[in-house]
């Protein structure tokens, strides 16, 4: 693995190293205790794209919300660049803009402009001024391809859009992961696919560590540098998968032939753990 | 992309959100003229107005026979030497209005002071709500004129038990609103600010308060109406001057045209006061504006 990474610009990103080890979340709600993370250990070094790949229901929002902070971990520990987010003795670790989540159905608020939003972030830490921020801002959203719409409220632009106003809103605070729930699950396929480009020019423009769930293998391949192959409840690494296609991509990645051949190594394993997830009759989620 | 492109160009043209709030009412107005609608609007009133006068005047159908006609309700309304002693030319007409009036103000704005507040902070505090909800739930389903006989045990004079009811119901349909609205807020608002950073109470601030503003401001709608049933029911016993007052001492006296005098005019001013917390709602929330008009 360590010789595939190298071959890439991630080595120049020295923070966002993710070491989960040995997590194990149980669930009691009714008394009955429901396994939904099983001893999961998974290394992510610093800068990569990591799509963690698995049936719907499986889990993967759980391992997230473990590291983001929303909710705590049975067993295990995890750890950010040597640092304790949660472990023995901490089960839940604390929210902060080191590791900001984008949402599945989008997290804008829709009571703030687009600038606004994407100023949130230094506004609440208050160690710039108004000004500063809000400078700052428009040139993120310059870079972004959003001008014109800072004054747009989230409601009053296309779905793509807000997608990548959220983008920038966490880029503002210089995180050190960005942890993506499924962003583009509502999305179509078009729109999806303008959404994947945007997103690894950011990614190449701004290297930070990429936690990404997703159940779509397309996109996993295309995004990621190595793909999680989650089993089906509870949720587990099954299968590594490298992608050795050279970064920076484009779409012509998708019909290449290195593409095709990943897609079928993943494709077996993925299918295998959606038919038991279906089997066992998981709600979607 | 390029038609994403079209729209944020177009609403951005708009310079500030007060120029594009006054033009877009322009600009509903004009089409709402242009549309059906207030022709069919006209023709719902001229029905129901077409059968009192029919079913009073014309046809004297049973049970209608004693009730005072449409034009004998309107010219006393519009007389200036009004037969029963009120019209909208007589100063004791305002005096009704305007009473009634200052009691909704009183009544809703303490309503609102003290029921948005709560209301935040039960949806927003679990252990608050444990230890308030179950109470305010006993206490709001009982009906406001079960209340009156305390009230005007309670309070001294004939003023303080009338604004005391209207706020009572006012202050019950905010509270559960506002607590309502709280609730509704999507999680992940919440976790996305404390993602950003923002503490407990910068989530409060800029999540919950605006996140919830819409259920609130329905529940000042309702508020409002509610406020103007038990003001009226209020002033039927107890209290002096008001339009629930002058009907029910219309009643009395057997001067039925006031009674009827008085529900249209409790009727207008019930609507005009609901439009204006409504305007308000719009003007606060600029953002639901812009979204709904784009639904358009």
């Given at each position: 693995?360590?010789?595939?990474m190298?071959?890439?610009?991630v080595?120049?990103?020295?923070?966002?190293?993710?070491?989960?080890?040995?997590?194990v979340?149980?669930?009691?709600?009714?008394?009955?205790?429901v396994?939904?993370?099983?001893?999961?250990?998974?290394d992510?070094p610093a800068g990569?794209?990591?799509?963690?790949?698995g049936?719907?229901?499986?889990g993967?929002?759980?391992?997230?919300?473990?590291?983001?902070?929303?909710h705590?971990?049975?067993s295990?520990?995890?750890?950010?660049?040597?640092?304790?987010?949660?472990?023995?003795?901490?089960?839940?670790a604390v929210?902060?803009?080191?590791?900001?989540?984008v949402?599945?159905?989008?997290?804008?608020?829709?009571?703030?402009?687009?600038?606004?939003n994407?100023?949130?972030?230094?506004m609440?830490a208050g160690k710039?001024?108004?000004?500063?921020?809000y400078?700052?801002?428009?040139?993120?959203?310059?870079?972004?391809?959003?001008?014109g719409?800072?004054?747009?409220?989230?409601?009053?632009?296309?779905?793509g859009?807000?997608?990548r106003?959220?983008?920038v809103?966490?880029l503002?605070?210089d995180?050190?992961?960005?942890?993506?729930?499924?962003?583009?699950?509502a999305?179509d396929?078009?729109?999806k696919?303008?959404?994947?480009?945007?997103?690894?020019?950011?990614?190449?423009?701004?290297?930070v560590?990429?936690?990404?769930i997703?159940?779509?293998l397309e996109?996993?391949?295309?995004?990621?540098?190595?793909l999680?192959?989650m089993?089906?409840?509870p949720?587990?690494?099954?299968k590594?998968v490298?992608?050795?296609?050279?970064?920076?991509?484009?779409?012509?990645?998708?019909?290449?032939t290195?593409?095709?051949?990943?897609?079928?190594?993943?494709?077996?394993?993925v299918?295998e753990?959606?038919?038991?997830?279906?089997?066992?009759?998981e709600?979607e989620? | 992309?390029?038609?994403?492109?079209?729209?944020?160009?177009?609403v951005?043209?708009?310079?500030?959100?007060?120029?594009?709030?006054?033009?877009?009412?322009?600009?509903r107005?004009?089409?709402?003229?242009?549309?059906?609608?207030?022709?069919?609007?006209?023709?719902?009133f001229?029905?129901v107005?077409?059968?009192?006068y029919?079913a009073?005047?014309?046809?004297?159908l049973?049970?209608?026979?004693?009730m005072?006609?449409?034009?004998?309700v309107?010219?006393?309304w519009?007389?200036?030497?009004?037969?029963y002693?009120?019209?909208?030319?007589t100063?004791?007409y305002?005096?009704?209005?305007?009473?009634?009036?200052?009691?909704i103000?009183?009544?809703?704005?303490?309503?609102?002071?003290?029921g948005?507040?709560l209301?935040?902070?039960?949806?927003?505090?679990?252990n608050?709500?444990?230890?308030?909800?179950p109470l305010?739930?006993?206490l709001?389903p009982?009906?406001?004129?079960?209340w009156?006989?305390?009230?005007?045990?309670?309070?001294?004079g004939?003023e303080?038990p009338?604004?005391f009811?209207?706020?009572?119901?006012?202050?019950?349909?905010?509270?559960?609103?506002?607590?309502?609205?709280?609730?509704?807020?999507?999680?992940?608002?919440s976790?996305a600010?404390?993602c950003?950073?923002?503490?407990?109470?910068?989530?409060?601030?800029?999540?919950?308060?605006?996140?919830?503003?819409?259920?609130?401001?329905t529940?000042?709608?309702i508020?409002i109406?509610?406020?103007?049933?038990s003001?009226?029911?209020?002033?039927?016993?107890?209290g002096?001057?008001?339009l629930?007052?002058?009907?029910?001492t219309?009643?009395m006296?057997i001067?039925y045209?006031?009674?009827?005098?008085?529900m249209?005019?409790?009727?207008?001013?019930?609507f005009?006061?609901s439009a204006?917390?409504?305007?308000?709602?719009?003007?606060l929330?600029?953002?639901?504006?812009?979204?709904?008009a784009?639904?358009?």
């Open positions: 693995m360590s010789a595939v190298d071959e890439k610009p080595q120049q990103v020295t923070k966002g190293a993710i070491k989960i080890d040995d997590v979340k149980i669930y009691d709600p009714d008394g009955a205790a396994m939904a993370v099983d001893h999961c250990s998974i992510i990569e794209i990591c799509m963690i790949v049936p719907s229901g499986c993967k929002t759980t391992l997230l919300n473990a590291i983001a902070g929303f705590g971990i049975t295990g520990s995890i750890h950010l660049d040597g640092e304790l987010l949660c472990g023995p003795g901490k089960p839940q929210p902060g803009s080191d590791r900001i989540v949402f599945q159905n989008g997290a804008l608020f829709p009571w703030k402009t687009n600038l606004e994407i100023a949130f972030g230094p609440m710039m001024s108004k000004a500063e921020i400078d700052k801002a428009r040139g993120m959203m310059a870079d972004a391809g959003l001008s719409t800072e004054n747009n409220y989230p409601g009053e632009v296309s779905s859009l807000r997608r106003v959220e983008i809103r966490a503002m605070n995180p050190k992961v960005l942890l993506f729930d499924e962003p583009y699950r999305l396929s078009l729109t696919s303008v959404m994947h480009e945007a997103l690894l020019e950011i990614y190449y423009r701004n290297k560590t990429i936690f990404f997703t159940h779509d996109e996993a391949i295309f995004l990621g540098h190595r999680i192959i089993s089906s409840r949720c587990k690494p099954k590594i490298e992608v050795d296609i050279p970064h920076p991509r484009d779409y012509s990645a998708l019909t290449s290195r593409f095709r051949e990943i897609m079928q190594e993943a494709k077996g394993v299918n753990e959606a038919q038991k997830a279906f089997d066992a009759g709600k989620g | 992309m390029s038609s994403t492109m079209k729209t944020a160009d177009v951005t043209n708009t310079q500030g959100p007060e120029v594009s709030t006054l033009s877009l009412t322009m600009f107005f004009a089409s709402w003229l242009k549309s059906p609608r207030p022709y069919l609007m006209m023709i719902g001229a029905i107005l077409g059968f009192w029919l009073v005047e014309v046809w004297k049973p049970r209608f026979e004693d005072p006609g449409l034009t004998e309107f010219s006393e519009f007389s200036k030497d009004p037969y002693g009120l019209s909208i030319f100063p004791e305002y005096l009704h209005i305007g009473i009634s009036l200052r009691r103000a009183y009544a809703f704005l303490l309503a609102t002071c003290l948005v507040p209301g935040l902070f039960l949806g927003w505090s679990k608050f709500r444990e230890f308030i909800f305010f739930e006993v709001r009982i009906p406001i004129l079960a009156v006989p305390l009230a005007i045990i309670m309070f001294a004939s303080s009338v604004i009811l209207t706020f009572l119901a006012s202050f019950f349909a905010t509270t559960l609103n506002t607590m309502l609205g709280v609730e509704s807020i999507d999680e992940s608002y976790r600010a404390s950003l950073g923002a503490s407990r109470w910068q989530v409060f601030r800029h999540v919950v308060i605006p996140g919830a503003m819409p259920y609130i401001f529940g000042l709608q508020s109406g509610v406020a103007w049933f003001l009226v029911a209020g002033e039927m016993v107890s002096q001057y008001g629930g007052y002058l009907i029910n219309a009643y006296m001067e045209p006031k009674i009827i005098i008085g249209i005019t409790l009727g207008i001013i019930g005009a006061t204006m917390v409504r305007m308000l709602g719009d003007y929330m600029q953002w639901r504006v812009r979204e709904l784009l639904g358009d």
